[in-house]
């Protein structure tokens, strides 16, 4: 059964593409999941309102649903890139929230906001390295 499993992922040249986007539909979902009764002392915490912080948590668990059926479509690279984008926007938003001082942040609020922003960078660049195998085997 392992020698099948790993011959399998060894012909497949998707397989840290889909790993990296399945792995980051199930991070974010529970980041949501675990947001929603959190809300309110994620707020306090934050400087953010609940509302905020329900949108927020909403939001992860969308996203990590679309990108976990994004996944598994028959070809992922299409898919793969719109999610490195998307990963890639999130990162510059956080970044552009704590610059500009746009939800007035409390430093709590600053740090988690950031952690976010590092937390879809690396998981941007570790899709994107799935993307170039993904390219380079069937180039």
């Known amino acids: ?3 099948a499993i790993t011959s399998r992922l060894e012909e497949s040249t998707d397989a840290l593409l ?9 991070f974010c979902g529970l980041a949501g999941v675990a947001g929603l009764p959190l809300a309110g002392w994620l707020a306090e915490l934050s400087g953010t309102t609940t509302t905020t912080e329900y949108a927020m948590a909403a939001f992860f668990i969308g996203y990590g649903v679309v990108v976990f059926v994004l996944a598994t479509l028959p070809k992922v690279a299409t898919a793969g890139t719109v999610v490195i984008a998307a990963n890639l926007l ?4 956080a970044v ?3 610059v500009t001082d746009a939800w007035t942040l409390t430093t709590a609020g600053v740090v988690l906001t950031l952690a976010t922003g590092i937390y879809t960078l690396a998981f941007a660049e570790l899709q994107y390295l799935g993307l170039r195998r ?6």
């Open 1 to 3: 059964m392992t020698a």
């Open 18 to 26: 889909r790993f990296a986007m399945r792995a980051d539909a199930v």
């Open 90 to 93: 999130y990162t510059a938003a």
């Open 96 to 98: 552009g929230i704590v």
């Open 134 to 139: 993904l390219r380079r085997s069937t180039a």
